[in-house]
């Protein structure tokens, strides 16, 4: 069975500084993993996403994650954060094309100035 | 991407009506429609899982005959909040899924429901 834990429920940041957040994923498979945002009372965006080809994904808006299998894990960074990113992220993890994708509980990142 | 539309982006009910939310793909087929629900401050839990033409598929704990899906085409999906009570306030929002797109979902913007 797949699952997905996210590690942190509330990351805090300053303007400009580094973000972190941080997942794990459990697979059966070889599984596909997503980085979703959604901002407050608004719909999911995809910020990017891992299908087996490279390990270092580059996402929008200056996002990335790497896929370490080794670890199980799919870490999201960003070099600076930005006032805008403020939202709630959630790793998302699915096996097989067309089937559910199953959501962590997802973390809030707060971008001080 | 892919577009989807959901209608409508809120609505707020009297406790014992029913309430209709529409989700399109308007540039797409939508073989499979996925339905979510978000809690507030939760995460998305998968609600249920319909093929085009035929009956749902609902996750354990959600109630067939309370959340009434019906996907009769390729581009619209509904789902009927039967007898609506304060407890199934929260975020509805559609997935619909090409076949043989691998792993590219997409996402409604999402209806919020809010019963009084």
């Known amino acids: 069975a797949q699952s997905v834990t996210q590690l942190d429920s509330h990351v805090s940041v300053s303007e400009g500084t580094p973000v972190l957040l941080r997942c794990n994923y459990s697979?059966?498979?070889?599984?596909?993993l997503f980085w979703y945002v959604q901002h407050p009372n608004k719909g999911l965006q995809l910020l990017l996403k891992y299908t087996s080809a490279a390990t270092l994904v580059k996402g929008i808006n200056g996002f990335e994650a790497e896929f370490k299998k080794s670890e199980t894990s799919f870490h999201l960074t960003k070099p600076s954060a930005h006032m805008s990113d403020a939202a709630e992220y959630f790793c998302?993890?699915?096996?097989?094309?067309?089937?559910?994708?199953?959501f962590g509980k997802g973390t809030t990142l707060s971008v001080s100035s | 991407g892919a577009v989807v539309s959901q209608h409508p982006s809120w609505v707020i009910c009297k406790s014992g009506t029913s309430v209709k939310i529409e989700c399109r793909s308007l540039d797409f087929q939508a073989t499979t429609m996925f339905w979510y629900r978000q809690f507030p401050k939760q995460s998305l839990m998968l609600m249920a899982t319909?093929?085009?033409?035929?009956?749902?598929?609902?996750e354990q704990g959600v109630e067939k005959d309370k959340f009434l899906i019906n996907h009769a085409s390729l581009t619209l999906s509904t789902l009927t909040v039967t007898s609506a009570h304060p407890e199934d306030s929260s975020f509805y929002i559609c997935s619909p899924t090409m076949a043989g797109v691998m792993n590219e979902q997409f996402f409604g913007p999402g209806t919020r429901l809010t019963v009084l």
């Open positions: 319909s093929n085009e033409g035929s009956k749902a598929t609902y």
């Open positions: 697979s059966s498979y070889s599984p596909s």
């Open positions: 998302v993890v699915s096996e097989q094309a067309g089937t559910a994708l199953i």
